[in-house]
């Protein structure tokens, strides 16, 4: 089983920044994608951006150019650094983990989600 915990949200005015941070933990053998959700109301929850184990990333076209994913292997975290923020960035951020134990099961995991709120 696999936790994730994630840190960072809270209030900010437009073109203000962010940093979320997501640490994982349980019995993981290795990391493959890491990634940040997000989920307004009344809306589905949508890819804002992903990052592989060798580095690759992917971003959502409404944030490419705003938001930077990191991650560090060694402390099992991946970082969302959000600049320039709008009012419709409001949503609750989830990170998703897929990994491996150490019997050979992937998982794919969830975190809690935390409130990002851009006032105008």
């Known amino acids: 089983q696999v936790q994730l915990v994630e840190s960072g949200g809270g209030l900010v005015q437009a073109g203000g920044s962010l940093r979320l941070s997501c640490a994982a933990s349980g019995r993981i053998l290795s990391i493959n994608v890491m990634g940040w959700y997000r989920q307004a109301p009344g809306k589905q929850r949508e890819l804002v951006a992903r990052?592989?184990?060798?580095?690759?990333?992917n971003y959502a076209d409404s944030v490419k150019g705003r938001f930077t994913i990191s991650r560090d292997n060694a402390k099992k975290m991946v970082n969302l650094q959000m600049n320039s923020l709008k009012p419709e960035d409001t949503a609750v951020y989830y990170c998703?983990?897929?990994?491996?134990?150490?019997?050979?099961?992937?998982?794919?995991?969830w975190g809690r989600g935390t409130q990002v709120t851009v006032s105008s």
């Open positions: 998703n983990v897929d990994s491996w134990d150490y019997s050979g099961r992937s998982f794919n995991s």
């Open positions: 990052i592989t184990s060798d580095g690759n990333t």
